[in-house]
């Protein structure tokens, strides 16, 4: 199929309400700085009725900027519903499985003279090994992965529910039928902003069981090259020499 792009207003497109990619509000500032500088040059994929596949961030970022009155979108209508679901997570974990060769990007952010550091660029967090090949993960970084310190954090420092709590006391205070104001208050917890690094804190001092259930909420990712594990691990041990010691 021949794609297209064509132009809509952006408030005739439709957030998928499962979308289970989540966007931090600076990922969304950062995302609104690229607009600002770049264009907006990345078509939203969108599937029947506007409802978007792929793009949700950048959505995100242009309903909050009123000069932006319509978008690019590409329309993939020739999906199936499992295909269109299949896809949006298949997309979703491609961009996110690999980092940066931090060699050759120390070098092309050495030739560029603008802020790179409002769009998640710190060159603190480059390899210094010259080799390109030692990952360094911090909370700077596009991608959410952390290297916790032990830092003792409660469970309202995990996530910031303003957003959210103030699009729920409109919706129940609104004339809507009472179904459609469910489906709201359940869309309406795509607005909860999630403090990543304060998750990676809380989950090494969690027990066994609240561990694995963050895992499958998908708020800790544990891989073999996942920096959360890696610093798992190491404060694990430190954690039990600590003891060893006492």
Do not use: C
Request: net charge negative; hydrophobic share 35%; glycine share 6%.
């Amino acid at each position: 199929m021949e794609l297209k792009i064509e132009y809509l207003p952006k408030e005739s497109l439709k957030p998928y309400v499962g979308n289970a990619k989540l966007h931090p509000a600076e990922q969304v500032e950062q995302i609104k700085k690229s607009i600002e500088e770049f264009g907006f040059n990345d078509p939203i994929a969108i599937w029947h009725e506007g409802e978007v596949i792929e793009g949700h961030g950048r959505l995100l970022a242009v309903m909050e900027m009123p000069e932006i009155k319509e978008v690019p979108v590409i329309r993939l209508d020739n999906l199936t519903d499992e295909q269109r679901r299949a896809y949006m997570l298949v997309h979703n974990k491609l961009t996110m499985n690999t980092n940066f060769d931090f060699s050759l990007l120390e070098m092309e952010l050495e030739g560029i003279e603008m802020d790179m550091e409002k769009y998640g660029f710190f060159t603190d967090d480059l390899d210094t090994t010259g080799g390109g090949t030692e990952e360094k993960y911090t909370t700077k970084a596009n991608i959410p992965q952390y290297e916790p310190t032990g830092e003792l954090v409660g469970l309202s420092e995990l996530v910031d529910t303003a957003k959210r709590n103030e699009l729920v006391e409109e919706i129940n205070g609104s004339d809507v039928l009472e179904s459609e104001k469910i489906f709201l208050r359940e869309a309406a917890n795509r607005h909860l902003v999630f403090n990543y690094k304060n998750i990676a804190e809380y989950y090494v001092t969690a027990s066994k069981e609240m561990q694995e259930l963050m895992e499958r909420s998908a708020l800790v990712i544990i891989d073999i090259d996942n920096a959360i594990a890696n610093g798992y691990a190491k404060l694990s041990e430190s954690i039990e020499n600590m003891r060893e010691n006492d």
